[in-house]
Structure formats: C-alpha cells, structure tokens
C-alpha cells in the first residue's frame, strides 16, 4: 500500500500534531521515578529520550492523563477537534449506540442506534441518522461488529481478524528515600535501545490503587509494601507483536477479543522484565516487585536472569496491553482487506460496494 507510507502522510502528520499542540516533555517535568530510571539506564549505557506529548503549558505533571486532567491541559479530541468541528457545523449526538448500518442501493446510506440513559437505566429513543457519506470508525472491537451484520468485508475473510496489540509489562521498584514519582509528568521518556528485539522502555507512573492493586503479597505483607509506594518507582516495557488477536461478537453488546501470544513475543516479554529489573537495580532500588506472579521481590541480578529462564506458566504474568489495531483493515482489493485504499467496504449487495 505505498500510498499509505509514513512519506505520504508527513504533511497530515504534522497537522495533527499542531492541532493537538504535540511538544517535548522537558526534563523539569520527569518525577523523580523518572530521574531514577533515567540514571540507572545512564550508568548501563542505554540512552533515554524525551517523549512527546499532546499537553498544552497549562500541564502541571499531575500524573493523571488517563482519568482526566486535573489542569484541563490534555489535548484531547474533546478539547482540540470537537469545538472546532461544531464551528465548522458538526452536529455531535452523545450517549448515541450505533446498532445498524443502513445498506441502499449496494452503499452505506446512514447509521441506526439508540440513545442510552434512560429512566432508571432503561434504553432512551431510537434515532436513524441519514448521510452521504458513512464512516465507521467504532475502534478495533467495535468496527467489525457493524461491518459482520452487514457482510461488509466478508469476501476478505479477515474482518476482526489480524488483531495486533502491544503487549506490555511494568516493574515496581522500592528505594529507601522517598521518591513521590506521582509528582511530575505520566510519561516522559522512552528508549529504543533494544529496538532490534522489539522492544520499547517507557516510563510511566500511574494512580496509586492500581500500583497497589498489584503488588505481591497478601493481608500484612501487601499493606507494609502498599504503605511504601511513595518510595517506589515504576518503569514499564512494550513490545512489538506478531499479531493473533481476533474480535468477535459477544453475548451482549460488547465484543469478545481473544489473543494467542507468539512464542517468539513472550520470550521477549520475560527479556523485558529483566531488563526492568536490571535498570531498577542499577537506579540504587532496594528491592524490585516484578510481573511475575508468585515470584519473590528482586534484590540482585542472578534473581533476575533465573527467572528469565526458570519455567514459569505464562498465566502467572502479568501483561497488560494497548493500542489494539488491524480487526478491519485496508487492502488492495475486497479479497485482501476489509475496506479498499479508499475507505469502501466490499460485500454489499452482491459485490457493488458500500461506501
């Protein structure tokens, strides 16, 4: 697909990062968490970066981008596209379940759904909005719930198929100073020093409960550890995937997604909670609470080179995952994608498309 190159798109790419006032984290703004990681990694000779961000200057590295920003500073879509568009005569339906796709004449003529929140939790109005144009754009697991109920794609074989993530993990790890790693920016830096082997280092610190929430221990041991959070640092690692996920429709309304790891991306996976672990200890951290389920904190390195290679059940670790992609994708033509270069889905109407 050349026409899809990063060459192509540079000029649309620079757009959106204006829009979304995308600029370099500064140093001043990494937590102290960051300071730590970014010494240990120093000392190891892997080189950190600056991350760049969609915050505005109002940003005061409050550490909570995900659960919404306390100094309104996030350029979110609600903030930098949805204003501007309803100037331009957008008219935006919120609370709005897109349910159907409305099929004439072999092309998409609008959108059915219904409006949530009403009395008691009871569904609102039914509403059917008609346009000359329909775009879907419901996400990874939603998409190729609309397009299956209309045979959109299906000549492809692959809608909700060909599901990539980025499967990650993170490394908690305590100092004997306090380190209070929520005062300063979510994310600051990241490295592409294992780029070879697919995998990204990014610092990030989340809420508190969730850090909690997975410590190990239980009863007395999890509370002395929960209680120490504010002398631990958090560092985190993703990878890149080969793919395996599928979506596909649930019981209710929401999509069920499965995913099978390739071997070769959980190998690479335990390599990243030993690099974790390896940073964390070169920062000066006392002990290092890994992903790994069950497994003793860390304290030195042939700790953490025995669990890379000790048989561990992959159940045991704990992989998060983000920036799902691919349940609905692009192709020459309707045998090889869902939608075409142009956005049109095939399988309407006995092949005419729909657009």
């Known amino acids: 697909l050349p026409d899809f190159s990063e060459r192509a798109y540079e000029e649309a790419y620079e757009l959106v990062e204006k829009k979304l006032a995308v600029t370099t984290v500064p140093t001043s703004m990494r937590s102290e968490s960051t300071r730590r990681y970014v010494e240990g990694a120093k000392s190891l000779g892997i080189e950190m970066q600056p991350l760049k961000r969609n915050t505005g200057e109002e940003c005061e590295g409050n550490a909570r981008c995900n659960f919404g920003c306390n100094a309104g500073a996030k350029r979110s879509v609600d903030v930098a596209y949805l204003p501007s568009a309803t100037q331009h005569g957008a008219q935006i339906l919120s609370d709005a379940l897109a349910t159907n796709l409305v099929i004439e004449g072999g092309r998409a003529a609008g959108v059915e759904g219904r409006l949530l929140g009403g009395p008691f939790g009871a569904p609102g109005h039914t509403f059917r909005v008609r346009a000359k144009a329909v775009v879907v754009a419901a996400g990874t697991l939603h998409t190729p719930l609309l397009l299956m109920n209309k045979g959109i794609g299906r000549a492809s074989g692959v809608v909700g198929r060909n599901v990539t993530l980025h499967p990650a993990v993170r490394i908690v790890a305590r100092f004997d100073e306090p380190i209070h790693g929520w005062d300063g920016s979510l994310q600051s830096v990241y490295s592409d020093h294992y780029h070879d082997e697919a995998i990204k280092l990014v610092g990030v610190y989340t809420a508190v409960n969730f850090l909690a929430a997975g410590l190990p221990g239980v009863g007395p041991t999890l509370r002395t550890r929960a209680r120490a959070l504010s002398h ?12 395996g996920g599928r979506v596909r429709a649930g019981p209710g309304r929401e999509p069920v997604l499965s995913y099978k790891m390739a071997p070769r991306d959980l190998l690479r996976l335990r390599k990243s909670i030993t690099i974790l672990a390896e940073l964390s200890l070169a920062a000066g951290a006392r002990e290092v609470f890994t992903s790994v389920w069950g497994f003793p904190p860390i304290t030195h390195m042939d700790q953490a080179r025995a ?15 983000f920036h799902p992609l691919g349940s609905a994708r ?5 045998r090889s994608g869902v939608v075409d270069v142009r956005g049109e889905g095939g399988g309407v109407d006995h092949g005419r498309r729909a657009g």
């Open 232 to 243: 631990c640092a958090v560092f985190g690692a993703m990878i890149h995937d080969e793919g």
């Open 330 to 334: 692009v192709g020459r033509d309707a």
């Open 307 to 321: 669990m890379e290679s000790a048989s561990i059940d992959a159940r045991r670790i704990e992989c998060m995952a």
